[in-house]
Nanobody, 125 residues
Framework: QVQLVESGGGSVQAGGSLRLSCAAS????????MGWFRQAPGKEREGVAT???????SYADSVKGRFTITQDNAKNILFLQMNSLKPEDSAMYYC???????????????????WGQGTQVTVSS
């Protein structure tokens, strides 16, 4: 059974940084996507950054150059380093994964099968 547990959220001022972590267990497949998604109140869930098991990454235009997704394969932990945070980055952030070898739109939330409970990020101006 796949379980994803996020941590690292919090409240920061604009321009600050946070690093989110997602501890994964029960992952038995070798080919997969893992990603970070976010959802602000009243808005749809959107893809932030994803990484394939081969290391290829995808980023939303709104976070390119500010956010970095990485993974520690040995420990099954996914990270999201968020720098130069803006108030519009405030949202609940979710970790997700799916055992697919290829997805046309990796940032599309509907493609993902397993989800964590989320961690809140609040950026004040």
């Amino acid at each position: 059974q796949v379980q994803l547990v996020e941590s690292g959220g919090g409240s920061v001022q604009a321009g600050g940084s946070l690093r989110l972590s997602c501890a994964a267990s029960g992952l038995t497949y070798k080919t997969y996507y893992m990603g970070w998604f976010r959802q602000a109140p009243g808005k749809e869930r959107e893809g932030v950054a994803t990484i394939h098991s081969n290391g290829v990454t995808s980023y939303a235009d709104s976070v390119k150059g500010r956010f970095t997704i990485t993974q520690d394969n040995a420990k099954n932990i996914l990270f999201l380093q968020m720098n130069s945070l803006k108030p519009e980055d405030s949202a609940m952030y979710y970790c997700a994964t799916v055992p697919y070898s290829w997805i046309r739109s990796p940032l599309g939330p509907s493609n993902y099968k397993y989800w964590g409970q989320g961690t809140q990020v609040t950026v004040s101006s």
